[in-house]
């Protein structure tokens, strides 16, 4: 038998480790394809929103053809022929670069978040839909005059133009990722009464002292409760919120200057100056010395910039520049926002005249036509929050569907709105309202405590009128002055055409809501200041605590008349400051608040314009080093106090010692800015908040100067805190500077010298959408950062941050600017962020690393100026 010989060869099988190898590379290769791709497709995304910025485009609307410069920073120069086609090119141009930043605002404004992120945003909804921002605005544009309102419409129709070619993921990323959940959404046409209600906005940004009406009602319940007599409790309150300290510190108008009356037409009016008038020298009340010598400037008083909303504006005549002109600054402090709450943007008429009467630079809100702080050809202005009290708290008796006042019962004014839920059910909403304004117990927290507990004293006293009627229930309401229709709206573009202080004066006059310190240069020389705003007259009480709805003897009766309102003009000081601080002495007619900034500030840089004056004519620079100034006065305070405390562990003694040779000032890489500042959080921790009934931490400068008068008196009762087991001055200052030490420890490392304050004050940008939306990676699309940052809360440079929270900075100089009067193009300015709202551009946050170090850039006005620095030119056909 034979056999076939003939060989089959089988092949080999590779190892099992190579096969592996080989299915992973496989997998690995799919996974860089699917990578790929999706990051292609997410870039394609992300960059099929920027804007166009070079060539032509044709857009229906426009009269005549218009140009959009851009400068290297993405700022636009807008050049139009008619005043029309300026405001219709400033709504396109806005919308390019912010237009989701502008939906999302008039949402919020209008009480309908919860239609684009759903049942999270009701409660939200439910309380700015009962304040009715919305329904003020739409009253607004219905009174407007006709020149007025056609610059709005002409705005919105420039904003329409745009949303006419774009829609979802064209308009803006955030569209893209909001149809994950919202898919049927699409933006609304614009109309005035969006831009409006921006405003409303600002003003309850700036709203100051309703929450410490709020906070001061509470604590006097609950000492009150703990058995306190009724004198006992006034005394608390005046230790923990003291008055301003007139004698020490300065206002900004010493004297209210003669001027004429406000006049209607463009006759301009002669001005001179009070050679006899009281000036605003705050080094002879301020006796600030060099940083380093703590003992001298301990006994310096302090003032209050809250949590870090405020502003700081001076402005200084040629009698103390280099140049014989006017310098104007000016930093507005507002809680960090990414986008920036500022747009630059520059607006020209082609041909200045009547027809169209704008060539006015500086910064706007995305959303609102015109210019909101900035300068023209011949004048610049800048801003400041007045903190006047503009808000009071009524406690209100009701009964079913009524509300007492005067011994009588009044209907109360019902209202039904239905709140849109994005993927819920609609949900409806009762607003109900007295003489006084909404009703807001039951919206939030602080407001319905008052409800529910009401002051025996200020229930007691109205009890009389209405005894034998008993209320079912207590309610808080709100009297505002935003919440009555106004002339802000016509103010931005009379401050855009004022060529003369009685101009300003003017437009002062029709800015009644955000009310604000208004500073004021022009090209003549000279500088004033005027205070705008609807400042309210009231009948009894001064809005300091809540007030007894049903006795009309309290409401308000009136308004201050604009020509009594403070103003100055050349003073003989040759500088005006505003920051925060009180406006006049305490003898002037009419009350204002008790709630204001301390005046720290304000003096601070009084002294420093005196100080570099006395050595030489002042400069731009020197206004843009001021507005970094960093001293923080408590921290010299507390470095003089612990020079005699004993402390326990080489840790903590060594830190101490690091406030031996500190200058005071809380720059970003020094150790001992960081140590002062967390035992400064210890130590008011430890003096309110750690005890059996806490009492209130907000606003540092207040603390400062409660903590600053209690480190003068050691037999302060405060200094003793049975719960952490503290008794008397000495030792809560050695428990707080142990405290700090081991917490710094935990946080950079237990060597002192290698702590530093700009990485534990560092400043996160976060998008106010989905930025905080707990999703990573999409917090990773819209956020950046953190930026080292100096400054801290209640300094110049006042970047804001929580004790008890965090010592990340919340609230900062949301735009800084200094303005040349002798040549606009040597002036500088800066914002938080960056010109576009889109995530990945590249002017989305190019000015944050520059802000944060204090560097500003350079801001062309001129026509030649602006030609050579455009980098990019658009040119809008109609």
Not at 38 to 56: C, H, K, N, V
Not at 754 to 759: L, P, Q, R, T, V
Not at 770 to 775: E, L, P, T
Request: contains cysteine.
């Amino acid at each position: 038998m034979t056999t076939d010989s003939t060989a089959v060869t089988v092949p080999s099988r590779p190892p099992i480790a190579v096969r592996i190898g080989r299915i992973l590379f496989l997998v690995l290769s799919a996974i860089v394809v699917v990578a790929v791709i999706a990051a292609l497709a997410l870039t394609w995304t992300i960059q099929r929103s920027f804007p166009q910025t070079s060539g032509e485009l044709t857009l229906e609307g426009l009269t005549a053809e218009v140009t959009v410069q851009r400068d290297e920073q993405g700022v636009p120069t807008i050049t139009a022929d008619s005043a029309h086609d300026l405001f219709f090119a400033e709504g396109f141009v806005h919308a390019q670069d912010r237009f989701f930043e502008m939906d999302f605002r008039r949402h919020v404004t209008a009480g309908r978040v919860a239609e684009l992120f759903g049942e999270s945003q009701v409660a939200t909804d439910a309380f700015l839909r009962t304040l009715g921002w919305r329904k003020v605005a739409e009253a607004e544009v219905a009174a407007m005059d006709e020149t007025t309102r056609e610059y709005y419409e002409s705005y919105a129709d420039g904003v329409n133009a745009y949303l006419d070619s774009h829609s979802g993921a064209d308009i803006s990323l955030e569209y893209a990722i909001l149809g994950i959940q919202n898919a049927d959404y699409a933006p609304e046409p614009w109309t005035p009464a969006d831009s409006v209600a921006w405003l409303k906005a600002m003003a309850w940004d700036l709203r100051t002292n309703v929450e410490d009406e709020s906070e001061r009602a509470l604590l006097a319940a609950d000492l009150a409760s703990s058995g306190l007599t009724a004198d006992e409790v006034t005394a608390a309150l005046d230790q923990l919120y003291p008055g301003y300290p007139f004698e020490e510190n300065p206002v900004i108008v010493p004297k209210i200057s003669s001027v004429p009356a406000v006049k209607t037409d463009a006759e301009a009016a002669v001005f001179t100056v009070d050679d006899d008038a009281e000036t605003q020298l705050a080094s002879t009340t301020i006796e600030w010395e060099t940083a380093s010598d703590v003992v001298a400037a301990a006994s310096m008083l302090v003032g209050d910039v809250g949590e870090g909303i405020g502003s700081n504006s001076w402005v200084v005549s040629g009698s103390l520049t280099e140049s014989g002109l006017p310098l104007l600054a000016n930093d507005p402090h507002l809680g960090a926002a990414l986008p920036s709450v500022w747009y630059q943007v520059q607006l020209k008429c082609s041909t200045v005249g009547e027809a169209c009467p704008f060539d006015v630079g500086g910064f706007s809100f995305s959303g609102l036509p015109g210019i909101v702080i900035g300068h023209n050809a011949q004048v610049a202005w800048g801003f400041t929050n007045l903190t006047t009290d503009v808000t009071d708290l009524y406690i209100e008796k009701l009964e079913g569907d009524a509300y007492w006042r005067d011994g009588a019962l009044v209907p109360l004014d019902e209202t039904t709105e239905t709140l849109e839920v994005a993927g819920g059910d609609d949900v409806e909403l009762t607003i109900r309202s007295t003489v006084h304004g909404p009703i807001i117990s039951g919206l939030t927290d602080d407001f319905t405590a008052l409800a529910e507990d009401p002051d025996p004293a200020l229930v007691a006293g109205g009890a009389a009128s209405d005894a034998a009627a008993p209320p079912v229930e207590y309610a808080v309401s709100l009297r505002w002055t935003a919440l009555d229709p106004g002339t802000a709206s016509a103010a931005i573009f009379a401050l855009a055409t004022a060529k003369s202080f009685d101009d300003l004066r003017y437009a002062a006059s029709l800015f009644d809501v955000p009310a604000q310190n208004l500073v004021y240069a022009d090209v003549e020389g000279n500088i004033g200041y005027q205070t705008p705003g609807r400042l309210p007259i009231r009948g009894a009480g001064d809005g300091s605590m809540p007030q007894p709805g049903w006795d009309s003897a309290y409401d308000w009766t009136g308004y201050i008349p604009f020509e009594e309102l403070p103003v100055s003009y050349n003073p003989a000081s040759g500088y005006i400051v505003t920051a925060n601080n009180a406006i006049v002495t305490d003898d002037y007619d009419y009350f204002l608040t008790d709630d204001w900034d301390y005046g720290y500030r304000a003096g601070r840089i009084a002294h420093l314009l005196e100080r570099r004056a006395a050595t030489g004519a002042l400069t731009a620079q020197d206004m843009r080093e001021i507005q970094m100034d960093d001293e923080m006065w408590i921290g010299k305070k507390l470095a003089s106090a612990l020079r005699d405390i004993e402390v326990s562990g080489q840790g903590a003694q060594d830190a101490v010692a690091l406030l031996e040779d500190w200058d005071a000032q809380n720059t970003a890489s020094s150790a001992a800015a960081a140590y002062a500042n967390v035992l400064w959080s210890n130590l008011v921790q430890n003096l309110f908040a750690e005890r059996e009934q806490p009492l209130p931490i907000t606003g540092q400068g207040r603390l400062f100067t409660v903590v600053g008068t209690l480190l003068d008196d050691p037999s302060d009762p405060l200094w003793t805190n049975a719960s952490i087991g503290v008794a008397g001055r000495d030792e809560m200052l050695a428990a707080s500077a142990e405290e700090a030490y081991d917490e710094l420890a935990a946080l950079q490392g237990t060597n002192p010298h290698a702590w530093n304050w700009g990485s534990l004050h560092a400043l996160s940008l976060t998008s106010s959408t989905f930025g905080s939306s707990g999703i990573a990676p999409i917090e990773w699309l819209f956020n950046r950062g953190p930026y080292p940052v100096s400054g801290g809360a209640s300094v110049v440079n006042a970047t804001g941050w929580r004790i008890g929270a965090s010592y990340e900075t919340t609230t900062v100089p949301s735009m800084r600017m200094v303005v040349d009067l002798a040549d606009f193009d040597a002036s500088t300015w800066i914002h938080l962020t960056g010109a576009s709202g889109h995530a990945f551009h590249a002017h989305y946050t190019d000015q944050a690393a520059d802000w944060a170090s204090g560097v500003q850039r350079a801001w062309p006005f001129s026509t030649e100026a602006v030609d050579a620095a455009a980098v990019d030119v658009l040119v809008l056909r109609p």
